[in-house]
């Protein structure tokens, strides 16, 4: 997934300051909450989303949302929306994650098959690669997409392996194209 230059940025500024005060892993947990809180509730994202409510609404119903929350966590919350950004608010949470996850070394796989596979299939794809380290932490993220029509597609990180049925097939394609 991309991620804007803003949501980097606020993370990283998140970040460095959670790196000063010694918060880095209670608000590392508090972002996981607000990404799955995003994720899960699309009435929210439309009421940040929409332009016409006030930024001293958004703010209200956000600290009320986000009231368990760290004074730390809710003074972002709170400026990414002072500052007109709320549309970008799971982003950056969700960058602030990868960012602390890099800095201990987990790495991000994400493994899509167009069925559901067992988890002895997923352990055979991931020893087949060298681009999951077996000695490191991972964070496996597994997607059904049907549209593959067959194999699988691992994302390790910023590195693809696409061993899918519709990409051999778009291959000979393209391959009889230029013959």
């Known amino acids: 997934m ?3 230059k803003v949501a980097k940025r606020y993370a990283q ?21 607000v990404t799955k809180l995003m994720s899960q509730s699309p009435d929210l994202n439309k009421f940040f989303l929409t332009p016409y409510i006030d930024a001293k609404k958004k703010i ?17 919350i709170t ?13 950056i949470a969700q960058e602030f994650i990868n960012k602390v996850e890099d800095i201990n070394g987990v790495q991000r796989v994400t493994l899509t098959t167009a069925t559901e596979i ?8 991931l020893k087949s690669t060298n681009l999951v380290k077996a ?6 993220k597994v997607n059904v997409n049907p549209s593959i029509l067959g194999g699988y597609i691992l994302r390790v990180g910023d590195q693809l392996v696409d061993a899918s049925v519709k990409a051999k097939l778009n291959q000979i394609k393209k391959d009889f194209q230029l013959n």
């Open 13 to 33: 500024g998140l970040l460095d300051f959670t790196n000063e005060t010694g918060q880095t892993a209670t608000v590392f947990s508090e972002m996981k909450d």
């Open 2 to 4: 991309l991620t804007s």
């Open 135 to 140: 000695d490191s932490n991972f964070d496996l």
């Open 79 to 91: 400026l990414v929306i002072r500052q007109g950004r709320e549309n970008q608010l799971k982003n």
């Open 60 to 76: 209200e119903v956000a600290k009320e949302i986000f009231k368990s929350l760290s004074v730390s966590s809710q003074n972002m």
């Open 118 to 125: 067992s988890k002895e299939n997923i352990d055979q794809i």
